[in-house]
């Protein structure tokens, strides 16, 4: 007689697998929230300062573009910062590579591979360096780390690529664990 639990009791030991590797990453953002808050700041009382004096020479329009023009930056930063909510997941364990993307607006697209058939790709500009990384297995092309510069894609390459070789070696056995 089965209890139906069995689905559940092979999703929970899968799921407890040993991480070989897991990566998340995200878009690089140089101005955190007090950053963003200081511009701000700073852009509104030197409009208010412009806008004062240009409405004390009676161009009274003036002032209203000047605070027009605070408002769209504000806006551009907004936007800014709803896009950097995107991210890409990426774990490695001895049966599966799975990579998690979500984009800035919460949509999220999943993908499972076999770690033995899968191959890095990379794309390099001999100026720039490594422009683009692909993951490839059995005819599928995916590009992934497309948040992260050259240097950074560099190093995300080789710890992936150990990665896989160890995932590709199998578990170890190890009795004192």
Excluded: C
Excluded at 14 to 32: G, K, M
Excluded at 146 to 151: A, K
């Amino acid at each position: 007689m089965s209890t139906g639990n069995e689905i559940e009791r092979e999703r929970s030991e899968s799921e407890s697998e040993v991480q070989i590797f897991s990566a998340r990453l995200t878009p690089h953002r140089s101005l955190n929230r007090t950053g963003f808050l200081a511009v701000m700041l700073f852009l509104s009382v030197i409009s208010f300062a412009t806008g004062i004096a240009f409405l004390m020479m009676g161009a009274w329009p003036v002032f209203g573009f000047f605070g027009l023009d605070v408002l769209v930056i504000w806006w551009a930063f907004k936007v800014n910062f709803r896009t950097a909510r995107a991210r890409e997941e990426i774990v490695v364990t001895p049966s599966e590579l799975r990579i998690r993307r979500v984009s800035h607006r919460g949509q999220v697209a999943e993908w499972t591979f076999n770690p033995l058939w899968v191959r890095l790709d990379q794309e390099v500009d001999e100026e720039y360096g490594i422009e683009h990384l692909y993951l490839i297995s059995r005819g599928h092309r995916l590009l992934i780390a497309g948040f992260l510069g050259p240097e950074e894609k560099s190093s995300f390459y080789n710890a992936l690529v150990g990665a896989l070789n160890a995932a590709r070696r199998g578990p170890i056995y190890n009795p004192l664990t």
